[in-house]
């Protein structure tokens, strides 16, 4: 079965800084890699998708890496702004497309 | 991108009864599947609701606790049935357009059993 786990589970940092978040999972049979935002009170936001047969995605200051020998994945934020203060969740989808979630990063970015 | 919503966004029940969550898509789309999210938790599956036949339900979770239906390819309810304070979570649907490998997902449902 597999287990993601996301490190750290919180994070605060300044404004400006970059910053990563790390994901790591057990089973490297893996379809596809998702990044989540969520925000409090609120439903998941998609920010990137990694297909298995690639390596990484980047979309505007974010970028996903996705490393299969390893089990990892990591997320970097670029200058990093007080509006990326959220829950950051990976997740990786199966054959059959279900998700199964880290349990998350909680970030703080300080003005 | 589809848009998808939720309907009620929170609802405050009593023990013993039963809520149905409606999850509305602006578009067809192929896979649907419901989440939970308990207090502090992440997300878990609870079921993929695929148009046309029975859902498929994740070890934990059966039937008789949550049915779902999925009547077409832009709707789909849960239930959640004979509640207790454990079922307090968020409820969350999501889907896939056809095609696409990126899931989507609606704002959630609040629910709070006392």
Redo the contacts between chains.
């Keep these: 079965k597999q287990e993601v786990t996301q490190i750290p589970a919180a994070l605060s940092v300044p404004e400006g800084e970059n910053l990563v978040l790390n994901c790591s999972f057990t089973d490297s049979a893996i379809?596809?890699l998702?990044w989540?935002r969520q925000d409090p009170?609120?439903?998941?936001?998609?920010l990137l998708?990694i297909?298995s047969s690639q390596r990484e995605q980047t979309s505007g200051r974010l970028n996903a890496s996705l490393d299969k020998s390893s089990g990892r994945s990591t997320l970097y934020i670029a200058a990093s702004q007080p509006g990326d203060s959220a829950t950051y969740?990976c997740?990786f989808?199966g054959s059959?497309?279900?998700?199964?979630?880290?349990?998350?990063t909680q970030l703080t970015v300080l003005p | 991108s589809a848009v998808i919503s939720q309907k009620p966004s929170r609802d405050i029940c009593q023990r013993g009864t039963s809520l149905t969550i409606q999850c509305q898509v602006d578009s067809q789309v192929t896979m649907m599947f419901w989440y939970r999210q308990q207090p502090g938790q992440s997300l878990t599956l609870i079921a993929t609701a695929n148009q046309g036949s029975e859902a498929t339900y994740e070890s934990g979770f059966v039937i008789d606790k949550f049915p779902i239906s999925r009547p077409n390819l832009t709707f789909s309810t849960l239930t959640v049935s004979n509640m207790s304070p454990e079922d307090s979570s968020i409820y969350l649907c999501s889907f896939l357009a056809g095609g696409g490998e990126t899931q989507y997902f609606g704002p959630g449902t609040r629910l709070l059993v006392l």
């Design positions: 379809y596809n998702q989540f009170g609120k439903g998941l936001t998609s998708l297909q969740l997740a989808s059959a497309r279900q998700l199964t979630f880290g349990s998350g």
